[in-house]
C-alpha cells in the first residue's frame, strides 16, 4: 500500500466523520435518541444508521465500479426530497409524542383576598411514571428493538447527494480495491462519528430519564420542532 493510498485513506475517514455531523444526519437521530433513557441504547442508535449508510455506499460503488452505471443528477433530488418528507414526519411523531405527555390545568389563588387565576402545565400521570422508571421499559431485553429505523435512515443518507461525493473521489483511485477500501474507511468514519455524535445527544435524555419528566418533554418537543424545521428548509431550497 503505497503513502498516496493511506493519505487518500486517512482523508476519507476524516471525510466520513465530517460527514456524519451534517444538519439532516443530524435531526433524524436527534429524533431517534430522543426517545431513549440509556446511553447505550443511544450509541447504538448511531451505529445502526452508520451500518445502513455504508452499505448504501458500498452498493452505489458496485454499481458505478463494476457496473460503470451513472447516478443521474434527478435520482439524487429525489432521494434528498424523501429524507426532507422523512425528517418532517419524523419530527412531527416526536413533537406530537412530547405533546401528548403534558396537560395544561388552570388553578384559582387567593392573594390578599384576591382570586386570581394562573395557568400551569403538569406531566400526565402514565408519563410521569414512564419516565421515573426506566426499567419499566426493559431496556435491558431491547436493545435492539428500535435498530431498523435508524439503519433504514442510514441507507437513505448514504443514497443521497452527500454519498453520491464519495463516488467521485472513486475515479481517482488506483483499483476498484482501492476504491472499495475507501467505502469502508469512509464508512467507518462516517460510523464512528454517528456514534460519538448519538452518545453525545443521549446524555441529556440519561440523565433525565430518572428525574424531571416534564424537562425531558420539553426537549423533545425542541427535538422534533427542530427536525421537522430542517426537513422543511430542505424541501424548499432542494
Given at each position: 500500500m503505497d503513502a498516496s493510498l493511506i493519505a487518500a485513506l486517512g482523508l476519507g475517514f476524516l471525510l466520513g466523520l465530517r460527514h456524519a455531523m451534517e444538519a439532516d444526519h443530524v435531526a433524524a437521530m436527534s429524533t431517534f435518541v430522543s426517545q431513549e433513557r440509556t446511553l447505550l441504547r443511544s450509541c447504538?442508535?448511531?451505529?445502526?444508521?452508520?451500518?445502513g449508510h455504508t452499505a448504501a455506499l458500498l452498493a452505489a460503488g458496485v454499481a458505478v465500479i463494476a457496473f460503470k452505471l451513472h447516478i443521474p443528477p434527478a435520482f439524487e433530488r429525489g432521494v434528498e426530497t424523501c429524507i426532507a418528507l422523512v425528517l418532517m414526519l419524523l419530527g412531527g411523531h416526536v413533537l406530537l409524542r412530547a405533546l401528548g405527555t403534558l396537560s395544561l390545568h388552570s388553578h384559582e389563588h387567593v392573594h390578599d383576598g384576591v382570586v386570581h387565576r394562573h395557568a400551569h402545565v403538569h406531566l400526565k400521570q402514565d408519563a410521569r411514571r414512564d419516565h421515573a422508571d426506566p426499567g419499566a421499559a426493559h431496556d435491558h431485553a431491547h436493545l435492539f428493538a428500535g435498530a431498523r429505523r435508524p439503519l433504514l435512515m442510514g441507507l437513505l443518507h448514504g443514497l443521497g447527494g452527500g454519498g453520491a461525493l464519495v463516488l467521485v473521489v472513486l475515479t481517482t483511485l488506483p483499483s476498484p480495491a482501492a476504491a472499495f477500501l475507501y467505502i469502508l474507511v469512509f464508512g467507518l468514519?462516517?460510523?464512528?462519528?454517528?456514534?460519538?455524535?448519538?452518545?453525545?445527544?443521549?446524555?441529556?435524555?440519561?440523565?433525565?430519564?430518572?428525574?424531571?419528566?416534564?424537562?425531558?418533554?420539553?426537549?423533545q418537543i425542541a427535538v422534533g420542532a427542530g427536525s421537522a424545521l430542517i426537513g422543511v428548509v430542505m424541501l424548499a431550497t432542494g
Amino acid at each position: 500500500m503505497d503513502a498516496s493510498l493511506i493519505a487518500a485513506l486517512g482523508l476519507g475517514f476524516l471525510l466520513g466523520l465530517r460527514h456524519a455531523m451534517e444538519a439532516d444526519h443530524v435531526a433524524a437521530m436527534s429524533t431517534f435518541v430522543s426517545q431513549e433513557r440509556t446511553l447505550l441504547r443511544s450509541c447504538l442508535r448511531g451505529t445502526f444508521w452508520g451500518i445502513g449508510h455504508t452499505a448504501a455506499l458500498l452498493a452505489a460503488g458496485v454499481a458505478v465500479i463494476a457496473f460503470k452505471l451513472h447516478i443521474p443528477p434527478a435520482f439524487e433530488r429525489g432521494v434528498e426530497t424523501c429524507i426532507a418528507l422523512v425528517l418532517m414526519l419524523l419530527g412531527g411523531h416526536v413533537l406530537l409524542r412530547a405533546l401528548g405527555t403534558l396537560s395544561l390545568h388552570s388553578h384559582e389563588h387567593v392573594h390578599d383576598g384576591v382570586v386570581h387565576r394562573h395557568a400551569h402545565v403538569h406531566l400526565k400521570q402514565d408519563a410521569r411514571r414512564d419516565h421515573a422508571d426506566p426499567g419499566a421499559a426493559h431496556d435491558h431485553a431491547h436493545l435492539f428493538a428500535g435498530a431498523r429505523r435508524p439503519l433504514l435512515m442510514g441507507l437513505l443518507h448514504g443514497l443521497g447527494g452527500g454519498g453520491a461525493l464519495v463516488l467521485v473521489v472513486l475515479t481517482t483511485l488506483p483499483s476498484p480495491a482501492a476504491a472499495f477500501l475507501y467505502i469502508l474507511v469512509f464508512g467507518l468514519g462516517s460510523t464512528a462519528g454517528m456514534l460519538v455524535l448519538s452518545g453525545l445527544m443521549g446524555v441529556p435524555f440519561a440523565l433525565l430519564a430518572g428525574g424531571s419528566g416534564r424537562a425531558a418533554s420539553v426537549l423533545q418537543i425542541a427535538v422534533g420542532a427542530g427536525s421537522a424545521l430542517i426537513g422543511v428548509v430542505m424541501l424548499a431550497t432542494g
